[in-house]
């Protein structure tokens, strides 16, 4: 499970920098995500084994986080975006997202 919080990036780097991790991991998921102009910007990621083997769906998994941060999103399992309004519950966000990743692989 990889999370990083990178301010000052837009939705559009952030996916980028997703599809460039998703590439290169070969059992991955992660949460990059952002707070820009009072924005919240959160893009999940699985790789492809993680979706087969392990049942991970990243756009069930963004909204998860999203709604922490009164926001909303979604997308496939492999890549999926979302966005928000409370920047100060980015960490509930992450933890969120990190704690329904380890439940899927327990």
Request: aromatic fraction near 2%; include cysteine; glycine fraction near 14%.
């Amino acid at each position: 499970v990889m999370t990083e919080r990178l301010d000052g990036l837009g939705g559009d780097e952030l996916r980028q920098a997703a599809v460039a991790l998703r590439e290169k991991a070969p059992c991955a998921a992660g949460l990059l995500c952002s707070v820009t102009e009072g924005k919240v910007f959160l893009v999940g990621f699985a790789s492809d084994e993680a979706v087969k083997a392990k049942n991970i769906d990243a756009g069930k998994l963004v909204r998860e986080a999203a709604a922490c941060v009164r926001g909303g999103g979604g997308g496939k399992p492999e890549l999926a975006t979302a966005g928000g309004k409370e920047p100060a519950e980015i960490g509930k966000a992450i933890e969120t997202f990190a704690a329904s990743v380890r439940a899927l692989l327990a």
